[in-house]
């Protein structure tokens, strides 16, 4: 039997302040209305059953991650009682299944590009740790020296819970312990090809949504640190983003080209309409209710600060909530 264990835990200190105590790491949604959680999990699912998941948070986002999971799922928070509770059935899974069952365990703070190529080295790694008995890890890179891995490993699962059951720690840093390490000691497998990205700094941010398709154009980002973000939106004639604001975010932008029709103002029925031609700017303040819609094909430039994932859409005509 297969099963798998996603950490969601990360805090993200280095992504602050697009993330905080309320907002970590694998609760962002970048460049889709999935979180990286969502999109770590909706991987698995031809590869592990969602009822042989667990998936590990913080206490104050169980609620959140309940109603973002499939209800299959199982939320364990790192409370030590739960992840004792955790650390206990894979214990009496192993016996129960003779040792033949095999764990993945792996962060809940990346994205893949090639969802199928990566379902396929996931298969491969759980064929690998069955048939050697021995764990794998996967790395991100090609083979060569210097290869980094990933913290996305196959254990079988006799092997796993005896690693963690030795751990001195408590039973939350034992897993996060196993993400960690560099895991130089096990045979690995490359996820080149995959598209494979972990979500940890503002480059590999940068990286994510370096190009964004959306239902009205693309937008592209060519700034982004923890002081302020750039893009270039490209809006097709005839078509609008939602009507929103920000609870946090402001933003400028300046039309380089075609012309825009920008409605603003304090809430959705006090809007006033401003016609934007190129060379023309436009500051938007925090919770200024506003949409943007191009008379003709539009280039916008965008410069703000880095809360990109700060948006609470108020209408949509693409059925975006």
Known sequence: ??????????????????????????????????????????????????????????????????????????IVTTDAGETSALLNALSEMTSSENGSSTVLVASGTHVVTDEARYEQRLHAGFVMAESSGQAVSFTASGDGEGQRATGIQCWPSARLAARLASNGSSATDSVLGLLTSAASDLPSLSLGGTGWSEVADWNSVKHVLGYVEKPWGHERLWALNQHYAGKILFIKAGESLSLQYHEIKDETIRIASGSMRLRAGPSADRLETHILDPGMSYEISTRVVHQMEAIEDCTVIEVSTPHLTDVVRLEDRYGRT
Request: with cysteine; hydrophobic share 45%.
């Open 1 to 74: 039997m297969r099963y798998a264990m996603i950490v969601a835990c990360a805090r993200g200190e280095d992504l602050r302040p697009l993330t905080n105590s309320d907002m970590p790491t694998a609760f962002l949604a970048l460049g889709d209305r999935r979180t990286l959680l969502q999109r770590a999990v909706d991987c698995l699912n031809r590869t592990v059953l969602a009822e042989n998941t667990w998936v590990l948070v913080e206490p104050g986002l169980r609620a959140r991650a309940e109603a973002e999971l499939d209800d299959r799922i199982h």
